[in-house]
């Protein structure tokens, strides 16, 4: 049985960090592709970045000079380094994994277009305050 757990959300003030982790179980991280999403209240859920089939790592070019992934293969977890938060970053924060033999992830920008992912977590919250 595949999980995802993330951890690491709270809340911080303007211009602070936070590292999100995400937690698998059941699957490798190696065997899937993942990707982070998020979605604050009222709007729609939006991908931030992730890993494709091939494990190349990016994130969404509106977030790229704050937010990193990485994983970490042995401890089979896969994070969301969070930098310079802003007010606008609130919002409960979610990975979601897919078998990388899946279409969808051929590409970072298909996974989190597409939200065609398998197996999602429950999501951690992050509050930023001005």
């Known amino acids: 049985q595949v999980q995802l757990q993330e951890s690491g959300g709270g809340s911080v003030q303007s211009g602070g960090t936070l590292r999100l982790s995400c937690a698998v179980s059941?699957?490798?991280?190696?065997?899937?592709?993942m990707g982070w999403f998020r979605q604050a209240p009222g709007k729609e859920r939006e991908g931030i970045g992730g890993?494709?089939?091939?494990?190349?790592?990016s994130v969404t070019y509106s977030e790229k000079d704050r937010f990193t992934v990485s994983r970490d293969n042995a401890k089979n977890i896969v994070y969301l380094q969070m930098n310079n938060l802003k007010p606008e970053d609130t919002a409960n924060y979610y990975c979601?994994?897919?078998?990388?033999?899946?279409?969808?992830?051929?590409?970072?920008?298909?996974?989190?277009?597409?939200?065609?992912?398998?197996?999602w977590g429950q999501g951690t919250q992050v509050t930023v305050s001005s």
């Open positions: 979601a994994a897919e078998p990388r033999e899946s279409y969808t992830c051929r590409s970072v920008q298909r996974l989190i277009k597409t939200s065609e992912l398998r197996y």
């Open positions: 059941g699957v490798t991280v190696s065997s899937v592709c």
């Open positions: 890993f494709d089939r091939d494990g190349s790592a």
